[in-house]
């Protein structure tokens, strides 16, 4: 049972930084591992992703201030998040997908993943 549990959220004004973190358990071999967000009364989007080669890749309005990585000695990712807008306010969750198995959408795609957290809210205030 693959476990995925984020940290490091919390509020802020517009212009700082956060990082949050997503622990997981249960199953080391893991693919892709991605962050996405959700805010009230809006669908579900991608915010980055990384896979286990250490490419990344980013939604447009965070690129340049947003920065995915991961620490495989403690299968930990991160979120580094600075310059942030009040349009980033959000619940954020990680994910990550189960490789070789599932259709794949892309690594922005929640349909591309298996393994979602609980979620950790940011506000960030003007």
């Known amino acids: 049972q693959v476990q995925l549990v984020e940290s490091g959220g919390g509020s802020v004004q517009a212009g700082g930084s956060l990082r949050l973190s997503c622990a997981s358990s249960?199953?080391?071999?893991?693919?892709?591992k991605a962050w996405f967000r959700q805010a009230p009364g809006q669908e579900r989007e991608g915010v980055a992703a990384i896979a286990t080669t250490g490419v990344t890749y980013y939604r447009d309005s965070v690129n340049g201030r947003f920065t995915i990585s991961q620490d495989n000695a403690d299968n930990t990712l991160y979120l580094d998040m600075d310059t942030l807008k009040s349009e980033d306010t959000a619940m954020y969750y990680c994910?990550?997908?189960?490789?070789?198995?599932?259709?794949?959408?892309?690594?922005?795609?929640?349909?591309?993943?298996?393994?979602w957290g609980q979620g950790t809210q940011v506000t960030v205030s003007s």
């Open positions: 994910a990550a997908r189960r490789p070789g198995s599932g259709q794949w959408f892309g690594p922005i795609n929640a349909a591309s993943y298996h393994y």
């Open positions: 249960g199953y080391n071999l893991l693919d892709f």
